[in-house]
């Protein structure tokens, strides 16, 4: 299994580039980066790759359609990608990561039925914090050339890891926590405290 850290977003919602900004003394994604890279063979997907380049991050590769604006051109675009059948696709506005979640991916018996696994944690569904088939590259294609780019269209085709199912593995509600706004800050140190 490779992992795929989505960094093809604009940050518009957080004021500046939210994958940049400090936590913990260094740059978002480069905390993040280091962690999942520990677990899987990790890759950046990203519009602008010569930033993450700068940071010293040697696996970028270039989102496939860089003029649209979704997760699922970043998807797409790491499934094409990878040569593993399943592959762990992250949002890299990951802040909370646990290890405990990455141990479970790892892990976990992927059967062929599904297209993906998704987790629902504090009472959301994470879909770039889930676990995706090959298989679903078609789909992704016929979706992204009829412009329909959410993500949820497929949710029929997946398996939810349900919040009480992830809890009894030991896999923190806030594990999938997104910052998104500086707003989220504050809930940021929230979820930390717990």
């Known amino acids: 299994m490779n992992a795929y850290l989505l960094a093809g977003g604009y940050s518009r919602r957080f004021g500046e580039d939210k994958t940049l900004f400090p936590i913990g003394g260094k740059p978002l994604i480069l905390n ?3 962690k999942v890279s ?6 950046v997907v990203a519009k602008d790759p010569k930033k993450y380049l700068l940071l010293g991050i040697e696996n970028v590769i270039p989102d496939v359609f860089p003029e649209i604006q979704s997760p699922l051109v970043g998807i797409y675009t790491a499934l094409n990608h990878s040569g593993e059948e399943w592959n762990l696709i992250l949002s890299a506005d990951l802040p909370l990561l646990c290890n405990r979640y990455l141990e479970f991916v790892k892990d976990f018996p992927y059967e062929d039925r599904f297209l993906g696994y998704v987790p629902v944690l504090d009472g959301k569904i994470h879909f770039t914090c889930g676990v995706y088939s090959k298989r679903l590259i078609p789909l992704l294609e016929e979706a ?5 780019l959410s993500v949820r269209q497929f949710l029929d085709r ?6 009480e199912f992830l809890s009894k593995r030991g896999v ?13 800050l504050k809930r940021l140190k929230d979820c930390k405290g717990n």
């Open 144 to 148: 992204l050339k009829g412009g329909d």
């Open 158 to 163: 997946f398996h939810l890891w349900e919040e």
């Open 32 to 34: 993040l980066y280091g």
């Open 172 to 184: 923190d509600r806030c594990c999938c926590f997104n910052l998104n706004r500086k707003e989220d």
């Open 38 to 43: 520990k677990f899987f063979p990790t890759y």
